[in-house]
């Protein structure tokens, strides 16, 4: 038996009339930078399309559309979306559901959606209601890590709320005189005592962005995920960099060699722990480089006005419960919660189908036209 949903109607916004969006897909409450307007952009220059819905009730949805190969046809990936701006979870679910409906009557044939949403206040029931079914992860959703910062707290008070290992990790970092660069947006303010004066340029940017895909990939390879090419991350960091979305930190010695760095975004009152990675081989010689790096991207929010720090999940696929101690994950679990970061359980990716028969056809024939293009 399906839940009733208030449907609101839904169009498609010209070019025109995207002056505000971000301020309705990112500034608000819930609001999530993958669906903004830079990730659009970055993603339409990586062979997707764009497509920005408005809502009759005032919310905007971002779906990004991949065409099948030779049938015609389409898959939509609606990513992180809709946000919730503060409604309630069967008001977003409303959302994903009319969304859904107005592109299939314009030729989409599967929709999917990993919205940020609680787990257990209706928002699951409410898609399986109205024909969605949930799916494995199509980027971490299914659970993460937040750590609150009360606008009243002093810096100390946050460092004093880490456990003690932590602060003598951090402590004994600083001693070591290891530095934080901060790499950010153009006209954002210096960042203050603890970070080191960095070049701004994009050369500059771009190289750090590098060093970190590299981290990113060692981190990977032990942990068993894809990061994808560097060119494309690469790009993608300068975008958020230049639409002053997202920040990188990189931790270097007093000798000025890169020992690990970390990258994270700026939406819907929260600073998200997006990617990280660190010199493995050099953590018995300087210890501590992720706590000095995560208690300044803290020292960053804090003194932004930002309430949160959403330290992502265990990055795991299939992650369900907290991780158990000796279990793979338990040690990455165990350094976020150092710091004094909840678990959350999340809602996760749903789907949607309205054309089974082509949206089989359509998977087959992009595997076939990816192994003629590598061939």
């Not at 992860?137 to 937040?146: A, D, F, V």
């Not at 003690?164 to 153009?186: E, F, N, S």
């Not at 975008?239 to 000798?255: H, I, K, N, Q, S």
């Amino acid at each position: 038996m399906s839940t009733a949903l208030a449907l609101p109607a839904v169009s498609e916004l010209a070019a025109d009339a995207l002056d505000d969006w971000d301020a309705r897909t990112v500034d608000v409450p819930g609001g999530d930078l993958y669906q903004s307007r830079p990730w659009a952009e970055y993603r339409a220059r990586h062979g997707w399309r764009p497509r920005f819905l408005g809502l009759d009730d005032g919310s905007r949805v971002l779906a990004l559309q991949r065409p099948w190969a030779w049938i015609g046809g389409a898959g939509i990936y609606i990513s992180r979306g809709p946000v919730t701006a503060g409604a309630a979870p069967d008001v977003a679910a409303g959302r994903l559901v009319a969304v859904a409906r107005w592109l299939a009557l314009h030729g989409v044939d599967a929709v999917a959606s990993d919205a940020e949403i609680p787990a257990g206040l209706g928002y699951e029931a409410a898609l399986v209601g109205h024909g969605f079914h949930q799916i494995d992860e199509l980027q971490p959703s299914r659970h993460r890590m937040r750590l609150l910062l009360p606008a009243s707290a002093t810096e100390d008070e946050l460092l004093m709320a880490t456990d003690m290992t932590t602060r003598q990790r951090i402590r004994g970092a600083m001693k070591k005189g290891l530095r934080v660069h901060c790499y950010d947006g153009p006209g954002r303010a210096a960042p203050g005592d603890g970070f080191a004066p960095v070049d701004d340029g994009e050369a500059a940017a771009g190289a750090a962005l590098d060093r970190l895909h590299g981290f990113v990939v060692g981190t990977g390879a032990r942990r068993s995920f894809n990061v994808g090419a560097v060119a494309p991350f690469r790009d993608w960091g300068l975008t958020g960099l230049a639409a002053g979305r997202m920040v990188l930190l990189e931790t270097v010695t007093p000798d000025g060699e890169t020992l690990g760095s970390a990258m994270f975004y700026r939406h819907g009152g929260r600073l998200t722990y997006s990617h990280s990675g660190d010199r493995a081989d050099l953590r018995r010689a300087w210890p501590g480089v992720a706590h000095l790096q995560l208690w300044r991207a803290i020292q960053l929010a804090h003194r932004e006005g930002i309430g949160e720090v959403d330290l992502g999940g265990v990055d795991v696929a299939g992650a369900r419960r907290v991780p158990l101690e000796g279990e793979p994950m338990y040690g990455l679990y165990a350094f976020k919660r150092s710091f004094g970061a909840e678990w959350l359980e999340q809602a996760g990716a749903f789907e949607w189908i309205p054309r089974p028969w082509r949206y089989g056809l359509g998977r087959v024939t992009g595997r076939l036209a990816a192994r003629v293009g590598r061939r």
